[in-house]
């Protein structure tokens, strides 16, 4: 084993990512490869050869997961673990996700260039979905290796009326294995993740690098509220049973009690939809979809139910009814102590300047946390954009991060055990 700092090769990194943004649905802005699409399945296997490029052994799990084995010297020694996503949301960007996975296949390169031999395997996950998709079901790829993916999820039905369960089968993967493709809590030696930040704390206090505190706790409802179907015209405004003016004020509710959150709480209305959606009919149907985020478990608990009872009293108010299903139930997840001393200490090492950060998005590494110690690391987002078009992040910084990340990883390796 050598402490050698490992050379990124930026150019070749930076071509995989323009290479990967090409394999999008063209008919959104933006960039939009989103689970089970024909351009992500497509893309799955250009990443898995990318990875046997690299030299990795490379296998597809029951639920679609990519895992690339770089075998160590002592393979009886419980694995190092890295990886992350390459889906998107609808008019996503091009770096979410996507920098730690090609980011880890560098560092894979890397190695082999630096004449690196880890004594521990090291596995490079691509994981499956870990984007909310339309059957409400986040991280579907490290739900299932973490054990955590149920039949109830498989059940859940999309926008379309088809099961989640049967949409995986019909992509060639195995609804039933899915369910039984979770690895042994305590089988990894560590997990670490490079992602960009997608929030603007890094580029704000000139950081280089974030050392990941805890990942929040994310609720996800669905709101449905039925009223009555009138004329638009004869119909006065206090004698109507409007659904969608009853949606229209839960989500004036849901922005409230993101505002009034402490510490890192947000909450977001992402959709809504009105039936029968006629100009001069008073709506008789509405459904929202909205979330509630913050690394406060506390908060978290409190807001489902003060928000399931202030959306029910006001749509009882105005004569419709209304139902409110929670969708996903990740509690907040903190990062190993331990970990982010050694992310921390590699970042020291290599004289890039950091600070710890909260994560208010969520990450497989909130899953794979169940399987043994977990760290992340950021790297800034410019203006703090994501989820959109204008995501970005210059080569330097990804560069930086896959360094932090290799530097962490050799730490890892070294050591008998990751306290927490």
Same mark, same amino acid.
């Given at each position: ?40 399945? $497509? +893309? ?8 046997? !490029? ?18 160590? $010297? ?8 890295? @990886?992350?996503?390459?889906? *998107? ?13 090609? @980011?880890?296949?560098?560092?894979? $390169? ?8 880890? =004594? ?21 790829? +490290? ?43 305590? +089988? ?14 890094? !580029?704000?206090?000139?950081? !280089? ?63 809504? !939809? ?9 709506? +008789? ?12 478990? =506390? ?35 903190? *990062? ?85």
């Amino acid at each position: 084993m050598t402490d050698k700092r490992i050379s990124v090769d930026l150019e070749h990194l930076n071509n995989r990512i323009g290479e990967l943004s090409e394999i999008v649905d063209d008919s959104q802005d933006g960039w939009t490869r989103q689970v089970f699409s024909d351009p992500y399945m $497509r +893309s799955r296997e250009v990443v898995a050869n990318w990875m046997r !490029e690299a030299g990795l052994e490379v296998r597809i799990d029951y639920v679609g997961n990519i895992i690339g084995r770089l075998a160590g $010297r002592r393979g009886s020694l419980k694995p190092l673990v890295t @990886g992350s996503h390459t889906d *998107t949301v609808r008019q996503g960007g091009r770096f979410d996700g996507i920098v730690g996975v090609l @980011g880890a296949i560098e560092v894979v $390169r890397a190695f082999s260039r630096a004449g690196i031999a880890l =004594e521990r395997d090291l596995y490079v996950v691509d994981f499956l979905g870990e984007e909310p998709n339309q059957f409400g079901v986040s991280c579907v790829g +490290s739900r299932s290796i973490s054990g955590v993916l149920t039949a109830e999820h498989l059940e859940h039905t999309g926008v379309d009326g088809a099961k989640m369960g049967d949409v995986i089968e019909r992509v060639g993967l195995d609804a039933a294995g899915a369910l039984v493709n979770a690895w042994e809590p305590g +089988s990894i030696h560590a997990y670490v993740e490079l992602h960009i930040e997608q929030g603007p704390l890094l !580029e704000r206090s000139g950081d !280089e690098i974030g050392v990941v505190t805890a990942i929040a706790g994310i609720d996800r409802l669905m709101a449905r509220f039925v009223g009555r179907p009138d004329h638009a015209g004869a119909t006065p405004m206090d004698d109507r049973q409007d659904a969608l003016n009853a949606a229209a004020s839960a989500v004036l509710t849901i922005e409230r009690e993101g505002c009034g959150a402490p510490v890192h709480g947000v909450a977001t209305t992402g959709g809504i !939809e009105a039936y029968p959606g006629s100009f001069n009919v008073v709506p +008789s149907e509405a459904r929202l979809w909205a979330e509630i985020r913050s690394t406060d478990a =506390e908060w978290l608990s409190g807001v489902k139910g003060r928000l399931a009872q202030d959306i029910g009293i006001d749509a009882e108010k105005r004569g419709v009814e209304s139902m409110i299903e929670w969708l996903t139930d990740q509690a907040p997840v903190p *990062t190993t102590p331990a970990m982010r001393d050694y992310i921390a200490e590699a970042a020291d090492e290599l004289g890039y300047s950091w600070k710890p950060v909260p994560s208010g998005a969520g990450h497989d590494a909130a899953h794979m946390a169940r399987l043994g110690p977990m760290g992340m690391i950021f790297v800034p987002s410019e203006a703090g954009r994501s989820h959109c078009p204008e995501e970005f992040t210059p080569s330097a910084d990804i560069g930086r991060g896959v360094e932090v990340l290799a530097a962490t990883l050799c730490k890892l390796d070294t050591v008998d055990r990751v306290l927490g």
